[in-house]
């Protein structure tokens, strides 16, 4: 279940959310210390949305 990671850093983020954001949210969280593992992707970015998609910091790093 999902609510047994949510301590761990999880984000979610609207479906019409640019890679270029997803990309700055990573970072902003890496840049205060945290390690953003997963950014969820649903229609409104809420939790008791819909997923319809995910990033992880590997997509970026394979994309570099």
């Known amino acids: 279940k999902l609510e047994l990671h949510l301590n761990k850093t999880i984000a ?4 019409d959310e640019s890679l270029s954001d997803v990309f700055n949210l990573f ?3 890496y840049g205060n210390g ?4 997963l ?3 649903t ?3 809420k939790e008791d949305q819909r997923i319809m998609g995910m990033y992880t910091v590997w997509d970026f790093l394979k994309s570099s």
């Open 27 to 29: 970072s902003d969280y």
């Open 34 to 37: 945290k390690k953003l593992i």
């Open 39 to 41: 950014v969820f992707i």
């Open 12 to 15: 979610f983020v609207d479906k």
């Open 43 to 45: 229609e409104d970015g």
